[in-house]
């Protein structure tokens, strides 16, 4: 079977003929339809996150993917039944404590592995197998968007922490911001836009026209440019912001979000930076954390909670909205334009199969 995979040494990610796996006992085999591609992708082909398996020459890449159900092989799902697969499994012969709590997410590093990120294989083949506990049940009119739902339940997860730390008082957020209009900013957005948030901006560093901007607006929220208003001087330009979502990986933004935030706010940090030193005034941030009860919450992977509630969300979302945010589809033998990146492309899609 065909499968996309990156190399040692190699610069670009390539098909290779590998043979197709056999389920083990508790394994279903999944018939992948699509996979997207994001930016970590892009860092593991580059060797800055991730790694391969364990005695491994080669990774397939792939941890956005919607499938089908070919073999249940004794478990509980169905044969033709839709499923999204989770990315965190448990180290093999370690630690399961944080799985069998159902809290992979939580999980420190040492305790898992991710696939086709860091020390498993991807879904990015015409078939993976995995154990039925981490493959989600779908509705089958998400086939071709239901890649999707691994995107959006980080951001499901970002917001339950971000909830969460502000649960010891009374929280009705009105205003919000995302950081970065990439394709995980916009399914912010619209994440947002449809948990009833009154006011949603968002943060780029685009000319228009752009396509994101045209999203952004679309959705009923206000595009701010970065190059006109620092985020300092957002909330007097704008508004100060109960809810901040960082999905830039911009080091800086981390600590500006404390100027962003309004009373009471709390930021999600998102991105995941290089090393990078900052000169800041870290007493003057320190107070404003203390005297306006703001907080800042680190936020990685997901769960199989966060994977249903995104369901409802992409359900909720307008139907044009997944099609705008996927603007390029390519077969598995178009590897080398499927991650190629520019202005006019938000999310590229590899598609092996359809229903």
Not at 65 to 79: C, F, H, M
Not at 334 to 347: C, H, L
Request: proline share 8%.
């Amino acid at each position: 079977m065909r499968a996309i995979v990156v190399t040692p040494g190699s610069e670009a990610p390539h098909v290779r003929e590998i043979d197709r796996p056999d389920p083990d006992p508790g394994e279903a085999l999944v018939r992948i339809l699509r996979v997207g591609i994001d930016g970590t992708d892009h860092e593991v082909i580059a060797g800055g996150h991730g790694g391969y398996p364990e005695g491994a020459s080669r990774l397939v890449l792939g941890h956005e993917a919607i499938g089908v159900v070919k073999d249940p092989n004794g478990s509980d799902l169905d044969a033709g039944q839709l499923v999204v697969p989770t990315v965190r499994r448990p180290v093999e012969g370690g630690p399961t404590d944080y799985f069998e709590r159902g809290e992979p997410d939580m999980a420190p590093e040492g305790h898992y592995v991710e696939r086709g990120i860091a020390g498993a294989h991807g879904f990015m083949a015409e078939y993976v197998t995995s154990p039925a506990e981490f493959l989600v049940p779908v509705p089958t009119a998400l086939a071709e968007t239901g890649f999707l739902i691994e995107p959006i339940s980080n951001v499901e997860k970002a917001l339950t922490l971000a909830r969460a730390s502000r649960s010891a008082f009374e929280w009705d957020p009105e205003s919000a911001m995302v950081l970065g209009n990439g394709p995980l900013g916009l399914l912010a957005v619209g994440l947002l836009r449809a948990a009833g948030f009154d006011r949603v901006y968002c943060l780029g560093r685009r000319d228009r026209p752009d396509p994101t901007i045209d999203i952004v607006e679309r959705l009923g929220a206000t595009y701010v440019d970065s190059r006109e208003d620092t985020l300092r001087e957002i909330p007097d330009v704008h508004e100060p912001m109960d809810l901040v979502f960082e999905a830039t990986g911009h080091a800086p933004h981390a600590f500006e979000t404390i100027d962003l935030l309004a009373p009471n706010g709390v930021g999600a940090l998102l991105g995941i930076p290089g090393d990078r030193s900052i000169t800041l005034d870290g007493g003057r941030l320190h107070r404003e954390f203390v005297l306006s009860n703001k907080a800042l919450v680190g936020s990685v992977n997901s769960s199989v909670p966060h994977f249903r509630a995104a369901i409802d969300t992409l359900e909720a979302f307008p139907e044009w909205l997944a099609e705008d945010v996927i603007t390029d589809v390519f077969a598995p033998d178009e590897v080398e334009s499927a991650f190629e990146t520019g202005d006019d492309r938000i999310k590229s899609v590899i598609e092996f199969d359809t229903l």
